[in-house]
């Protein structure tokens, strides 16, 4: 992989002000490497899972006024999208580099995932380091340390996931601007597979939950 890490540009991509502009410079600048990313980590991810997994790079092409303030490339077992599933992200925001697993809204097993996560709490905070982060909201950048969150705080995540309409669930890393600046391309690699390997307890999780016809 000739993947050279993330650079100041990438992440100044997102002072950028105007949808056109910043979207220029987007898919000029940060594009290439999250699609260099997809191609390089489907393959690991399907032999971590067991499924074929696909890369799917964010197009933002919904937005008509607001420009992005992150973008990301996410893995999951179905060509046609991405959301619908569990799945796993890359991306950055202005600040820092996030890799995520992640159960957003739009996944009809999020309520079956919910319970999953609320009877497992305990084992899922032994599996998962403390220094990993969680969220509930992927279009926000702020997060919760694990350490901080403990089993209760991951017990009213999982509720909240069963109960409300637009909850989400993400664990993973985040990685500060100044430090990813710091990281090789091949250090930045290692980094994100480690972090797959680490939150495949959840995936797998979320595999084995059935999903309500309801």
Not at 160 to 175: D, H, N, Y
Request: with cysteine; proline share 6%.
């Amino acid at each position: 992989m000739t993947f050279t890490g993330f650079n100041k540009e990438d992440f100044d991509v997102f002072k950028i002000d105007g949808l056109e502009m910043r979207m220029e410079e987007l898919i000029k600048q940060v594009r290439p490497k999250l699609e260099e990313l997809g191609g390089y980590f489907a393959p690991m991810l399907s032999a971590l899972t067991g499924e074929e997994m696909h890369a799917h790079v964010a197009k933002h092409a919904r937005r008509s006024v607001n420009p992005p303030d992150d973008t990301w490339v996410a893995f999951a077992s179905s060509k046609r999208g991405y959301k619908m599933l569990p799945h796993f992200q890359v991306g950055l925001w202005e600040t820092h580099v996030f890799i995520w697993f992640a159960m957003i809204y739009e996944a009809p097993g999020k309520e079956q995932f919910g319970k999953a996560a609320e009877k497992n709490a305990a084992r899922i905070i032994k599996e998962i380091p403390g220094s990993y982060v969680w969220s509930a909201d992927h279009t926000k950048p702020d997060s919760i340390p694990q350490s901080e969150l403990g089993k209760n705080g991951l017990k009213e995540l999982a509720v909240r996931l069963q109960t409300v309409k637009k909850a989400e669930l993400l664990c993973g890393v985040s990685i500060p601007r100044e430090e990813a600046l710091r990281l090789s391309g091949s250090e930045m690699a290692s980094r994100i597979e480690d972090t797959f390997k680490t939150l495949m307890p959840l995936y797998e999780l979320a595999k084995k939950t059935p999903v309500s016809s309801s």
